[in-house]
């Protein structure tokens, strides 16, 4: 399947793994980009320049596969030494860049004149032509079924893709509720040119995450994620576990007055508990509505696979079937 995102990006699907904290090393980018999509390293997750190239030269050692990097920007006190991290990024050879958060246009100049595709994660479509005013080759439309960080808007993908498919230039994948072919063909459908995906990606014998944390994702409906942290407008959509149901009652109870020191211990530095050591009330961790689609645990090339050839039988036989 060719389109804008797989001809930008070199890769053979239009099928782009998020960049997630705790989930994204070396291991995880290299197995999607082995399967033919493009795999992703967190950037924040390795923290210094240092520890990202060397995460960089991993990788590079397990494919000859394009593959990115996404650097998230932080409102943030201490502030991780993003000049370095670019840096890092540009002298190891990485062609594709996921940004996030705040604003990238400071980093944008350096990204370009090395050759750098940016894509941005969005979470509206003012945000969204604001990344294509600023010089960024793409953006990830990400819709409030979307695990993480929705933005406050709360606009789900069937209205988000389509009004974004009707103002913006630059090409857009989908992201935010995206498990399989059917996800793929309707994104296509609404003017995107590929998807990403997160949690799903999670459930794979590839990803370097605990298998209690598999475990859940498979185990989960679609209504077993919270939003937390709605009063701080900060809001991100996680699985729900002990500590999550006592984040909300905490933001229940305190009301306007709620601080984020009120909730730091089920926030702050959980996702090595989770991740790494299966501790699954640790604290809150990112996951889509999506898990409510998710039912098994096959490898990266498994489930790409998969996706391509059912995406296929839906175009070719379903859709055109209803043609007359």
């Not at 479509?125 to 933005?151: M, N, T, Y």
């Not at 799903?200 to 944390?213: D, G, L, M």
């Amino acid at each position: 399947m060719k389109t804008r995102i797989t001809e930008m990006f070199g890769i053979e699907h239009p099928i782009i793994q998020g960049g997630m904290h705790y989930v994204g090393f070396a291991e995880m980018a290299a197995a999607v980009s082995n399967a033919g999509g493009l795999g992703i390293i967190t950037g924040l997750t390795q923290g210094t320049p240092e520890k990202l190239a060397n995460e960089i030269a991993r990788c590079k050692d397990m494919t000859d596969k394009p593959f990115g990097v996404n650097l998230t920007f932080l409102p943030t006190v201490n502030a991780p030494d993003y000049p370095g991290l670019v840096k890092a990024i540009i002298d190891g050879g990485v062609k594709a860049v996921e940004t996030a958060g705040n604003n990238p246009a400071q980093v944008l100049p350096f990204f370009k004149d090395a050759g750098v595709k940016v894509i941005h994660k969005c979470t509206s479509v003012r945000h969204s032509l604001k990344a294509q005013s600023i010089g960024c080759d793409a953006v990830s439309v990400d819709g409030f079924e979307c695990g993480g960080h929705p933005g406050e808007d709360d606009i789900p993908n069937m209205i988000l893709l389509p009004r974004a498919a009707d103002e913006l230039e630059i090409p857009f994948v989908a992201s935010g509720g995206m498990a399989d072919a059917r996800s793929l063909v309707a994104s296509l459908a609404m003017g995107a040119e590929g998807m990403n995906m997160g949690t799903r990606f999670i459930a794979t014998q590839e990803a370097p995450v605990h298998e209690n944390v598999k475990k859940a994702i498979v185990a989960a409906s679609e209504l077993d994620t919270r939003l937390v942290m709605r009063p701080l407008r900060n809001t991100e959509r996680v699985m729900t576990n002990e500590a999550v149901e006592r984040l909300l009652e905490k933001e229940r109870k305190l009301g306007a007055d709620l601080k984020f020191e009120d909730i730091i211990e089920e926030v702050a530095g959980v996702y090595p508990r989770i991740m790494s050591e299966g501790d699954m009330d640790a604290g809150a961790w990112s996951c889509g509505m999506v898990a409510g689609l998710i039912n098994d645990i096959p490898t990266c090339k498994e489930l790409i696979d998969g996706i391509m050839a059912e995406a296929e039988t839906l175009i070719r036989q379903r859709l055109t079937g209803f043609l007359n």
